[in-house]
């Protein structure tokens, strides 16, 4: 079984995405992380971010034990990886990864901005989790916060419609909602009504699979 998980920064994807493994009994890959240990190795290696070869190599050279690394999730690595993630060469050079992930016993949750369209269109369900910039730069300063008091809202907000607007509006697999997945408005919700409405479109979904089949 598969599920993707699609939406925008700061959406609440990923947290659904690993309870929603937990649930169903899943792996669960966070292809972000991904994009943004690319961006890390590209910039220890001295490298520009705007190449898409020197960006390539580190795709390809990528270390998948270095995937857990919570120091991939700053702000700044948000951003490098937006930047490298616009590059085709390197997409290309992570589908493989991604898609053997996706096909190994016994499924897999996969998040990220692209896994719905281009990485596994045949998925058994689909979600595209949403919210509005406002409310995920509020959950995202309110996440900052604890580490930087000086943090402002609005310079969050910024980030997030500047990356928002490089990943929709890039040339290869910009994110855009499946024209088969589900919609999850998360902006009014609480994590844990926001976790039952996902699994109860899942199994819609999977209701509707199996019928056809
Ligand atoms: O989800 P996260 O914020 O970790 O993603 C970081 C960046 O990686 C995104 O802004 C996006 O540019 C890129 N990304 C992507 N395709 C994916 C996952 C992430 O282009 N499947």
Redesign the pocket.
């Known amino acids: 079984m598969i599920i993707a998980i699609d939406g925008p920064?700061a959406s609440g994807k990923?947290t659904l995405a690993r309870r929603v493994a937990v649930h169903f009994g899943l792996r669960h890959l966070?292809?972000?992380?991904l994009?943004?240990a690319v961006a890390r190795d590209t910039l220890a290696q001295g490298g520009d971010l705007t190449s898409a070869s020197i960006a390539a190599i580190a795709a390809a050279r990528l270390d998948a034990a270095t995937l857990r690394d919570p120091g991939l999730r700053t702000t700044g690595l948000?951003e490098a990886?937006?930047v490298v993630?616009r590059h085709p060469e390197v997409r290309a050079v992570l589908i493989e990864y991604q898609r053997n992930f996706a096909r190994a016993d016994p499924g897999a949750v996969i998040d990220?901005?692209?896994?719905g369209t281009v990485i596994c269109p045949d998925a058994d369900a689909k979600l595209f989790v949403t919210a509005t910039p406002e409310e995920r730069a509020h959950r995202r300063f309110l996440e900052l916060k604890e580490r930087d008091s000086g943090i402002e809202e609005e310079a969050v907000l910024a980030d997030i419609r500047s990356?928002d607007d490089?990943?929709r509006n890039r040339a290869v697999?910009p994110l855009v909602q499946a024209e088969d997945a589900a919609l999850l408005d998360t902006t009014n919700l609480a994590i844990d009504a926001a976790f039952r409405a996902a699994i109860d479109l899942i199994e819609a979904a999977m209701g509707r699979a199996g019928r056809a089949g």
């Not at 990220?112 to 896994?115: L, P, S, Y």
């Open positions: 920064a990923g966070d292809t972000g992380a994009y943004r948000g990886a937006s993630a990220g901005r692209d896994i990356r490089r990943d697999a």
